[in-house]
């Protein structure tokens, strides 16, 4: 179970595209138009980056809970916060292995 999801991992089932969010300076200056218009696009950027991360998280989520027969599970939501926490920074395969270990603990 844990090695198919893996596999969705690396062939990137929850990746999305990151829209770019630095704004160079470089020939402008911080009030003109041009500048003041990446500023707006870098804004909009953020944004759909945080709402298309968000999207791909709970697809995730979902996921590892339908995979492990949780999806119903009372304690599902906490099971997911602690994978998350001890996870995250390390990427969704180690928030799936998280996953993997302490779902144990409910099932």
Same mark, same amino acid.
Request: glycine share 6%; charged share 30%; hydrophobic share 35%.
């Given at each position: 179970?844990?090695?198919?999801?893996?596999?969705?991992?690396?062939?990137?089932?929850?990746?999305?595209?990151?829209?770019?969010?630095?704004?160079?300076?470089?020939?402008?200056?911080?009030?003109?138009?041009?500048?003041?218009?990446?500023?707006?696009? =870098?804004?909009?950027?953020?944004?759909?980056?945080?709402? /298309? %991360?968000?999207?791909?998280?709970?697809?995730?989520?979902? $996921? *590892?809970?339908?995979?492990?027969?949780?999806?119903?599970?009372?304690?599902?939501?906490?099971?997911?916060?602690? =994978?998350?926490?001890?996870?995250?920074?390390?990427?969704? /395969? %180690?928030?799936?292995?998280?996953?993997?270990?302490?779902? $144990? *603990?409910?099932?």
């Amino acid at each position: 179970m844990i090695n198919e999801i893996l596999a969705q991992i690396r062939d990137g089932k929850f990746d999305y595209i990151h829209k770019p969010t630095h704004i160079s300076r470089v020939g402008t200056t911080i009030s003109s138009p041009e500048y003041l218009q990446k500023m707006d696009e =870098a804004k909009e950027n953020r944004e759909w980056n945080r709402q /298309a %991360e968000a999207g791909v998280r709970n697809s995730f989520r979902k $996921t *590892l809970a339908q995979a492990y027969g949780v999806s119903e599970h009372p304690k599902e939501e906490r099971l997911w916060e602690l =994978a998350w926490s001890k996870g995250h920074a390390s990427g969704y /395969a %180690e928030v799936a292995l998280e996953y993997d270990e302490l779902v $144990t *603990l409910i099932t």
